[in-house]
């Protein structure tokens, strides 16, 4: 699922999620290109541009470990089309390794990212957080029509509490918090590369709280990998639990929260992130 090139004449049979993420080695460095499927507002979908910068560090040879934090700066808009990443290693212990890639259209810098990977070893573990209750994923209806933007349509949100309803303005502000149900349109293995761009698929809180959509962006997203690659293989799940809330939205920025929770009640991923709105 991580090809350094892709397979022209199998690209048919590769799932929406991973044809939009690919990468080629080119003139040493790495390319990828936008997916109409996946874009939003202005630009293409934060989540799967921050899992196609991962993916470019995943194919690296001198790679080792399973990604542990990644944090991903959005500095400029991506457009449609082709973009250069450079990828580099910027510092290695025997546990551990630090890798920034940086994404530029047009020799402009538009993301760079921070990935922290490590080989994780047995240790004791304790899990103090406790899995939201909630109605299984097949009990649950999915949100129906496109909701916001294209990328929208590449995912099933099944809400527990928080639905949305950005058509109705409202005069005191609501609860952002929302739970829902989390998937791929077409399901698939829930692997790093997707629980970092779910990270970004909750809707942004200012939505939830305002019941309207207004202009936003993210700024920075921060996501915590709380599982290795046999962690994730075990769970063999197609679906996860994602809770999402806000602390506070003040002259133009506001803060996201959420996590990401496999249906065993195993937590896989926290993510914050900070957000700008125009309100």
Same mark, same amino acid.
């Given at each position: 699922?991580? %090809?350094?090139?892709?397979?022209?004449?199998?690209?048919?049979?590769?799932?929406?999620?991973?044809?939009?993420?690919?990468?080629?080695?080119?003139?040493?460095?790495?390319?990828?290109? #936008?997916?109409?499927?996946?874009?939003?507002?202005?630009?293409? +979908?934060?989540?799967?541009?921050?899992?196609?910068?991962?993916?470019?560090?995943?194919?690296?040879?001198?790679?080792?470990?399973?990604?542990?934090s990644v944090t991903v700066n959005f500095?400029?808009?991506? #457009?449609?089309?082709? +973009?250069?990443?450079d990828v580099r290693l910027i510092k290695?212990? !025997?546990?551990?390794?630090?890798?920034?890639? %940086?994404?530029?259209? /047009?020799?402009?810098?538009?993301? +760079?990212?921070?990935?922290? +990977?490590?080989?994780?070893?047995?240790?004791?573990?304790?899990? @103090?957080?406790?899995?939201? =209750?909630?109605?299984?994923?097949?009990?649950?209806?999915?949100?129906?029509?496109?909701?916001?933007?294209?990328?929208? %349509?590449?995912?099933?949100?099944?809400?527990?509490?928080?639905?949305? !309803?950005?058509?109705?303005?409202?005069?005191?502000?609501? @609860?952002?918090?929302?739970?829902?149900?989390? @998937?791929?349109?077409?399901?698939?293995?829930?692997? $790093?590369? @997707?629980?970092?761009?779910? *990270?970004?698929?909750?809707?942004?809180?200012?939505?939830?709280?305002? &019941?309207?959509?207004?202009?936003? &962006?993210?700024?920075?997203?921060?996501?915590? $990998?709380?599982?290795?690659?046999?962690?994730?293989?075990? =769970? /063999?799940?197609?679906?996860?639990l994602g809770v999402a809330d806000a /602390?506070? *939205?003040?002259?133009? $920025?506001?803060?996201?929260?959420? %996590?990401?929770?496999?249906?065993?009640?195993?937590?896989?991923?926290?993510?914050?992130?900070?957000?700008? $709105?125009?309100?």
């Amino acid at each position: 699922m991580l %090809e350094k090139t892709s397979d022209a004449t199998a690209d048919h049979a590769i799932h929406p999620f991973d044809r939009a993420t690919q990468v080629t080695a080119a003139d040493g460095r790495w390319r990828g290109a #936008t997916s109409d499927g996946y874009f939003a507002f202005v630009g293409p +979908f934060g989540g799967v541009t921050a899992a196609t910068m991962l993916r470019a560090v995943m194919v690296q040879p001198d790679r080792i470990g399973d990604p542990l934090s990644v944090t991903v700066n959005f500095c400029a808009p991506v #457009t449609g089309g082709d +973009f250069d990443l450079d990828v580099r290693l910027i510092k290695a212990t !025997r546990s551990t390794q630090h890798w920034m890639v %940086e994404l530029t259209q /047009n020799g402009d810098i538009a993301v +760079f990212m921070i990935a922290m +990977f490590a080989a994780r070893r047995p240790s004791w573990s304790h899990q @103090s957080a406790t899995m939201p =209750e909630a109605p299984p994923f097949d009990q649950v209806e999915p949100l129906r029509g496109r909701i916001v933007a294209p990328w929208t %349509e590449q995912y099933q949100f099944r809400f527990v509490d928080g639905h949305p !309803r950005f058509d109705s303005p409202r005069d005191a502000p609501a @609860s952002p918090f929302s739970k829902m149900w989390l @998937s791929d349109a077409t399901p698939r293995p829930i692997d $790093f590369l @997707s629980l970092l761009s779910m *990270s970004d698929s909750f809707f942004a809180r200012i939505f939830h709280a305002l &019941g309207t959509i207004v202009p936003i &962006g993210t700024v920075t997203m921060t996501t915590t $990998f709380h599982a290795d690659a046999a962690d994730l293989a075990a =769970e /063999n799940t197609t679906a996860v639990l994602g809770v999402a809330d806000a /602390n506070i *939205s003040h002259k133009s $920025f506001g803060d996201q929260i959420g %996590e990401l929770w496999a249906p065993s009640g195993r937590l896989l991923a926290t993510t914050s992130q900070v957000v700008y $709105f125009k309100a």
